[in-house]
């Protein structure tokens, strides 16, 4: 096995972040520094980091929470908030997981967490256009401006221009329910654009990401992917890849 796709299978980071690791001197192969990222190495070689063993090929999980609004997306947090890794079954936490991507402190819904470092590299690639889906029940009407704006693509007020976004609006009751799907992932899009337009977000969730749908999953609770999930997330990382 090359010696980049050995580091990428211990779940430690991507193939293109051992990539670097290796070409600045942080890899060993038995006590010596190895340069070069395609050298052949087999399971009796012992892999080094930074002076540390690196352990061999493991395990993969990946799991899906419907993360509650007021909850960090981290796996530690210095102001003693809840984390996402609270939430996830007694036999994961131990595990060497991590959010794929983020949802702000007060969004809530589907967040991906997985020890597949080369995957959720990919994943979080621009490259890949992972499309995502969002549940946001505003305050009031949406003017048939603010919907064209929104489905053009907007210019921020920071001043970064936007895709076009699908959206579609239900008002009822005093409120608007927006269906929008994103295919870029700028931080805090959805709120930004909301702000710029004038509206007041009641509540923003994530229904989806790619193949991969929330479903009828409890607030707060978390379970792994099917077989199934996992081999069209991955054959559709592969079909984005061809396609760029």
Do not use: W
């Amino acid at each position: 096995m090359r010696l980049n796709k050995a580091i990428a299978a211990s779940g430690l980071c991507s193939r293109r972040k051992a990539d670097e690791l290796i070409l600045s001197g942080r890899i060993t192969v038995n006590g010596i520094a190895e340069p070069n990222p395609a050298r052949q190495v087999s399971p009796e070689d012992a892999l080094g980091v930074d002076g540390r063993p690196l352990t061999g090929a493991q395990d993969f999980y990946y799991l899906i929470l419907n993360k509650p609004v007021q909850v960090v997306c981290t796996v530690n947090d210095p102001e003693g908030r809840p984390t996402v890794m609270d939430y996830l079954p007694k036999n994961m936490r131990a595990l060497r997981l991590y959010p794929v991507g983020r949802l702000d402190y007060f969004s809530e819904g589907l967040l991906l967490l997985t020890n597949d470092g080369q995957l959720a590299q990919r994943l979080t690639h621009p490259s890949h256009h992972q499309p995502k889906t969002y549940e946001v029940l505003v305050r009031g009407a949406v003017s048939d401006a603010s919907l064209a704006a929104m489905r053009h693509g907007m210019r921020l007020a920071e001043g970064e221009d936007l895709m076009p976004v699908e959206v579609e609006a239900s008002f009822t009751k005093g409120r608007t329910l927006l269906r929008m799907v994103l295919h870029q992932g700028l931080n805090r899009q959805i709120r930004r654009m909301c702000r710029d337009l004038g509206l007041t977000i009641l509540y923003l969730k994530r229904v989806s990401q790619g193949p991969i749908e929330l479903g009828g999953l409890a607030s707060g609770r978390a379970r792994q992917l099917t077989a199934a999930e996992i081999k069209v997330l991955k054959d559709c990382l592969l079909y984005t890849s061809d396609a760029a």
